[in-house]
């Protein structure tokens, strides 16, 4: 379903028909047009199209929802890496809710310019606090590796909680930029590819997602060497292959460097072509390239759950209890949230 789901500061549905010409959708109307025909709006017939925006949707609300409950719910999933990934669950989760609100505005509500600025301010302040919480992620496991002996302190605590504060507040700064004017309603000329944005607008927002892509591939690209160096070390010691540096590369982790270049790939194949296409782009630019670039960057809400919360074993031993209040679970103990 996830190349059904595109985020909805956007783009109107493909059966609506476009202008090929500014690569604006034909459903957007001037303010005072809609005004002189109050009664003259008719709603588009509810397509394929607007069923899969829904329900992809609802699906990453209510599998971010559960993260989000799952953890706070929980005293003792309060290391760094849980509050950084309830962070997570709730940009995806506010993610869903742009593509909710994106289909009530589209087929059940009369268009107008607050909606789609509301729903595409939601989408940006909810796919850049995603991406820095991502960012947060490979900070904190980085910092777990480099720093194991003091790692889960009451430092790291702390520095977790100002990441956040900086995260959601520079997120909400930047989404308030269509509210606040920054926007081309009123000015098709100065559309970029994602309506309402402006092209300075969205690339100075590509720019930024560039910016913070390199900076976590250089994070994991440091917890690789430090892996290494640490799964060499443990050969050293048990006396296996003393002198043999590629010991490490060879043996040690294998299975946890597979799963950081799956969690990578997707990573970067969400974020990367977006972030260059609205670079690159402009309002004439063809709609087609620019959902199918935005449809890995809505998915990317879908599947983080997957690659970093539920992949969590204690995040799942927590869930299998609440489903499963009956089953046998003598361990309680919180291991360490790296999984790398």
Request: charged letters at 10%; hydrophobic letters at 45%.
């Amino acid at each position: 379903e996830l190349c059904d789901c595109s985020p909805a500061m956007i783009l109107n549905s493909s059966d609506l028909g476009w202008d090929e010409s500014s690569g604006l959708p034909e459903v957007f109307f001037p303010v005072e047009q809609l005004d002189e025909h109050p009664s003259s709006h008719e709603f588009p017939s509810l397509t394929i199209w607007g069923v899969a925006l829904c329900v992809s949707g609802t699906l990453i609300a209510a599998e971010n929802a559960i993260v989000v409950t799952t953890i706070l719910a929980t005293p003792s999933l309060r290391a760094p890496v849980f509050l950084l990934l309830a962070s997570l669950g709730l940009a995806d989760f506010l993610a869903g809710v742009a593509l909710i609100l994106h289909f009530l505005f589209l087929f059940c509500m009369e268009p107008s310019d607050w909606s789609e600025l509301v729903t595409s301010g939601l989408l940006v302040t909810s796919l850049t606090a995603s991406l820095c919480s991502l960012m947060g992620v490979a900070l904190d496991r980085y910092l777990s590796l480099s720093h194991a002996l003091t790692y889960g302190s009451g430092q790291s605590r702390r520095r977790a909680a100002v990441l956040l504060l900086l995260v959601w507040v520079g997120a909400c700064v930047i989404g308030v930029g269509p509210v606040m004017g920054w926007h081309c309603i009123g000015e098709p000329e100065s559309c970029s590819v994602a309506r309402p944005l402006t092209r300075t607008y969205l690339s100075l927002l590509c720019g930024g997602f560039l910016v913070v892509v390199m900076v976590t591939l250089q994070l994991y690209a440091g917890i690789c060497r430090v892996a290494r160096r640490h799964a060499h070390a443990i050969a050293t010691q048990r006396h296996f292959l003393p002198t043999n540096p590629s010991y490490a590369s060879k043996h040690g982790s294998g299975r946890g460097f597979s799963r950081l270049i799956l969690v990578l790939s997707v990573f970067v194949g969400c974020w990367m072509p977006f972030s260059l296409w609205g670079l690159l782009g402009d309002a004439s630019s063809p709609p087609l390239y620019t959902y199918a670039t935005l449809v890995p960057a809505a998915g990317s809400s879908l599947l983080n759950p997957i690659l970093y919360s539920l992949r969590n074993k204690d995040i799942r031993k927590v869930l299998l209890q609440a489903f499963c209040p009956h089953r046998n679970t003598n361990n309680t103990q919180i291991h360490n949230p790296v999984d790398v």
